[in-house]
């Protein structure tokens, strides 16, 4: 259906860059975002039909691999420039669009996040998985104060500590995200024992409901 692919697609995010350059600040995604926003833009695509939440997250992903891209080539950018010293003068600039696509990327992430946890709380509702339901309500303030409080702090400065509950925060949200698609690949694909390639929760509803009106008959 497309879980598999958005819970791969969350690693590549979780997954942090290395230093390159202590003093520059330079990091280089080892997993970039822009891999981990094509994972979702493939997985959302299986999901379509079933929601239009997830319609609206897909769309979401191409603005969010405009920005993975942006981010990828300042960072291609800076890593050259240390031995290129033509590159090397335009590093205050090349931090700033890296700075920019970030910010960016926050708002568009947050309604990405919200879509996709409306969709899935639609689709675990239709197959009576009220668990899902239940987590996807947590994900979705989870996601909302992180994300709010990352832009917050990139527009606002703030005390060392509040870095720090982002940063907890961060392991938080991803982790949990991660829990929600697991748990949706293993109880929305596999659930009555179908095969995953040709289940569908919709229809499976729509037979059981067939089942039961015959019995009642």
């Excluded at 960072?75 to 920019?100: D, F, M, R, T, Y």
């Amino acid at each position: 259906m497309g879980f598999g692919l958005l819970f791969t697609g969350y690693t590549m995010l979780l997954v942090w860059g290395i230093t390159v350059d202590p003093e520059l600040g330079l990091c280089v995604d080892i997993l970039t975002d822009l891999l981990g926003y094509l994972l979702f833009w493939k997985g959302l695509q299986g999901l379509r039909p079933y929601s239009k939440n997830f319609v609206f997250s897909r769309y979401l992903t191409y603005p969010l691999m405009a920005a993975g891209g942006v981010t990828l080539a300042a960072q291609g950018v800076a890593l050259v420039g240390k031995w290129v010293p033509s590159i090397a003068k335009h590093w205050e600039l090349l931090l700033s669009i890296n700075n920019i696509a970030d910010i960016i990327s926050l708002p568009l992430l947050l309604f990405f996040h919200a879509y996709l946890c409306l969709g899935i709380r639609e689709l675990a509702e239709e197959v009576e998985l009220p668990k899902i339901v239940s987590r996807t309500k947590v994900a979705i303030v989870l996601s909302t104060v992180y994300y709010f409080g990352q832009m917050l702090v990139g527009l606002v400065p703030m005390p060392g500590f509040v870095h720090m509950i982002l940063v907890l925060l961060t392991f938080i949200v991803y982790f949990y995200y991660l829990y929600l698609l697991y748990s949706c690949y293993m109880h929305i694909v596999y659930a009555d024992e179908e095969p995953k390639e040709v289940f569908n929760p919709l229809m499976s509803l729509l037979d059981k409901m067939k089942k039961k009106d015959s019995e009642e008959k």
